[in-house]
């Protein structure tokens, strides 16, 4: 099996990385850093979107799996204490998967070329020249104009992150949907909204129209760019899908369990 390690770079991870895929290597397996089967993350959550985002045009041929070297990542299953079982299951158990929905965002400019962007997390769409205006269109109609300081569009996995800040839902990541959630929306007798998280299912597509010409400043998980002249900014379940290698059970509510609600919180 070929395979590849993405470390965060400070001394703990780095230490770490050096340890699993001297290993590993020992063990058979092939160093790939163009095509790996197995992608590992040594890090944080910023670190495992490095990863995904790397390799994103390998969906369909890579799994990824995750190491935490800081406070507990919610990506991360694995720990630095037990680095030494992952290299034993890496090399001998074959690992199941399990595949999260991904959010696809296309960014249309007045004119010249679209881009298109596969998010993990989410998508946050902000502007440094005060509030975005849009009209809001689900499947094809007019839904609400919005005005506020931004909206943020993330997936079941990513609903546990800035979603979760929000005031947004956490949502299961066996269902396939995105999340529409609102921020500082401003409501009067000229703009108002809906008030509360849209769950969009992955036959519904969610269209951003700018109402006022600006330029945006648009998130695709952990990088943020500016855009100028944008006509709309589409929104939906993605065909492609997250592959995660799973050597051992981790259920997702065990995970936001973990990783938001200490084992003390009811004394």
Same mark, same amino acid.
């Given at each position: 099996?070929?395979?590849?390690?993405?470390? #965060?770079?400070?001394?703990?991870?780095?230490?770490?990385?050096?340890?699993?895929?001297?290993?590993l290597?020992?063990?058979?397996?092939?160093?790939?850093?163009?095509?790996?089967?197995?992608?590992?993350s040594?890090?944080?959550?910023?670190?495992?979107?490095?990863?995904?985002?790397?390799?994103?045009h390998?969906?369909?041929?890579?799994?990824?799996?995750?190491?935490?070297?800081?406070?507990?990542?919610?990506?991360?299953d694995?720990?630095?204490?037990?680095?030494?079982?992952?290299?034993?299951?890496?090399?001998?158990?074959?690992?199941?998967? =399990?595949?999260?929905?991904?959010?696809?965002?296309?960014?249309?400019?007045?004119?010249?070329?679209?881009?298109?962007?596969?998010?993990?997390?989410?998508?946050?769409?902000?502007?440094?020249e005060?509030?975005?205006?849009?009209?809001?269109?689900?499947?094809?109609?007019?839904?609400?104009?919005?005005?506020?300081?931004?909206?943020?569009?993330?997936?079941?996995?990513?609903?546990?992150?800035?979603?979760?800040?929000?005031?947004?839902?956490?949502?299961?990541?066996?269902?396939?949907?995105?999340?529409?959630t609102?921020?500082?929306?401003?409501?009067? #007798?000229?703009?108002r909204?809906?008030?509360?998280?849209?769950?969009?299912?992955?036959?519904?597509?969610?269209?951003?129209?700018?109402?006022?010409?600006?330029?945006?400043?648009?998130?695709?998980?952990?990088?943020?760019?500016?855009?100028?002249? =944008?006509?709309?900014?589409?929104?939906?379940?993605?065909?492609?899908?997250?592959?995660?290698?799973?050597?051992?059970?981790?259920?997702?509510?065990?995970?936001?369990?973990?990783?938001?609600?200490?084992?003390?919180?009811?004394?």
């Open positions: 099996m070929k395979f590849k390690i993405v470390s #965060r770079g400070d001394e703990r991870s780095q230490k770490i990385k050096a340890t699993m895929k001297q290993y290597i020992e063990f058979g397996l092939e160093y790939d850093r163009e095509e790996p089967e197995l992608v590992i040594v890090g944080g959550d910023g670190t495992f979107l490095e990863a995904f985002h790397r390799y994103n390998r969906l369909e041929s890579t799994a990824f799996i995750g190491v935490h070297t800081g406070h507990l990542g919610f990506y991360a694995w720990t630095p204490e037990e680095v030494e079982k992952l290299i034993i299951e890496i090399a001998k158990t074959p690992f199941q998967i =399990v595949e999260y929905p991904l959010l696809e965002v296309i960014i249309r400019p007045k004119t010249g070329k679209e881009d298109r962007y596969l998010a993990l997390n989410e998508s946050m769409i902000k502007t440094a005060g509030s975005v205006v849009f009209d809001v269109q689900i499947k094809g109609d007019h839904f609400e104009t919005f005005r506020g300081d931004g909206l943020c569009v993330s997936t079941p996995s990513g609903s546990t992150a800035y979603n979760k800040a929000l005031g947004g839902g956490i949502i299961h990541p066996s269902i396939e949907a995105i999340q529409l609102e921020m500082a929306s401003i409501n009067n #007798r000229v703009f909204t809906i008030g509360s998280p849209l769950i969009l299912p992955n036959h519904h597509t969610c269209l951003l129209k700018p109402m006022v010409d600006k330029s945006f400043l648009i998130s695709i998980d952990h990088v943020t760019s500016t855009f100028s002249d =944008v006509k709309s900014i589409q929104c939906r379940v993605a065909e492609e899908r997250v592959r995660f290698a799973r050597f051992r059970p981790f259920p997702f509510w065990d995970r936001v369990r973990e990783s938001f609600i200490s084992d003390d919180a009811d004394l």
